[in-house]
């Protein structure tokens, strides 16, 4: 159980993002140099544990680390700087549709890779939640696929493929690792895959205003270090599909908080779609594959 609650605070963690991003303009401004901002933060905040993970194995940061680190950390870094820029660019609800398509992404990245199937169960599971995804988003009226919005949706696919790719690449490079010696590097990899572009848009602010820092401190310790450091520990530890249908409730978590701190009460679809999503996530859950007995033959189309 303790790996599931491991994931569920990454969850609620990580659906707070989208309130330190309303706080600054970087996230329009300089997008890349905001993920910098937050990586960085992340990675000193964490350096100590890699340290005493250093100590506990008697070795030193090598290249190797930073290797094995690399794939992940250049689309995390990727995905951080154009997410920001495709939901500048398209509408809160085209965004939110998009980002809740990963429980399709996942699985079929995982299939072409390692020929990964869902369970019958997980499938029913899923689909429920999609459900859930399709009844919060098909009933926004603000949702709207057109000219306007096309560059930020494709935008937003992207970088959703992305965050797939990167969370993916964690499952595999970071097993059979200590955590922390796999998450900074991490997050170090990603910040110097920004870096560049972050260094022109700085050419281009005026100023970094106290609320920008605040917020950059915000996402480092929160969504980040918190979120994605319990996102990379639940890729290793819990079924994917476990993970990509339980991050769906980040939505229910994010419409709490404003609830909470903007008065600004969820609209009536919120209430069903939610309950589909948690149905959804249970049955999933549920229906995981079991650990094989010694001696048993595994059944082919499961992982």
């Not at 094995?68 to 085209?94: D, E, K, M, Q």
Request: aromatic content about 8%; proline content about 6%; hydrophobic content about 55%.
């Amino acid at each position: 159980m303790f790996k599931y609650f491991i994931l569920i605070i990454g969850i609620a963690a990580a659906a707070t993002s989208g309130l330190f991003i309303q706080w600054t303009p970087l996230s329009k401004d300089a997008p890349f140099l905001l993920a910098v901002g937050r990586l960085m933060v992340a990675a000193l905040v964490l350096s100590p544990f890699m340290i005493r993970d250093l100590k506990r194995h008697a070795r030193r940061l090598s290249l190797a680390d930073f290797l094995r680190a690399a794939p992940g950390g250049i689309l995390l870094g990727l995905h951080l700087g154009t997410w920001n820029i495709g939901v500048a660019n398209s509408t809160v609800a085209n965004a939110t549709l998009i980002v809740n398509l990963n429980p399709v992404a996942m699985p079929i990245l995982l299939f072409l890779l390692i020929r990964e199937k869902l369970t019958r169960g997980e499938l029913v599971g899923s689909g429920i939640a999609l459900l859930g995804v399709s009844v919060l988003v098909a009933l926004d009226p603000n949702l709207s696929f057109g000219a306007g919005t096309l560059m930020g949706d494709l935008v937003c696919v992207g970088s959703m493929v992305l965050a797939v790719g990167y969370l993916v690449a964690g499952k595999f490079r970071a097993k059979g690792q200590p955590l922390f010696l796999y998450l900074v590097p991490l997050y170090l990899s990603a910040a110097a895959t920004c870096l560049p572009i972050a260094i022109y848009e700085s050419t281009q602010l005026t100023t970094i205003t106290q609320t920008d820092w605040l917020a950059i401190l915000g996402l480092g310790l929160i969504p980040t270090v918190i979120g994605h450091s319990a996102f990379n520990y639940s890729m290793v530890h819990v079924r994917s599909q476990v993970f990509s249908i339980g991050n769906l409730g980040q939505f229910v978590v994010a419409a709490t908080l404003d609830w909470i701190i903007h008065a600004h009460a969820p609209a009536l679809r919120f209430y069903p779609a939610a309950a589909l999503i948690v149905a959804g996530a249970v049955v999933v859950v549920l229906n995981r594959p079991r650990p094989i007995a010694p001696g048993v033959v595994p059944d082919a189309t499961i992982d």
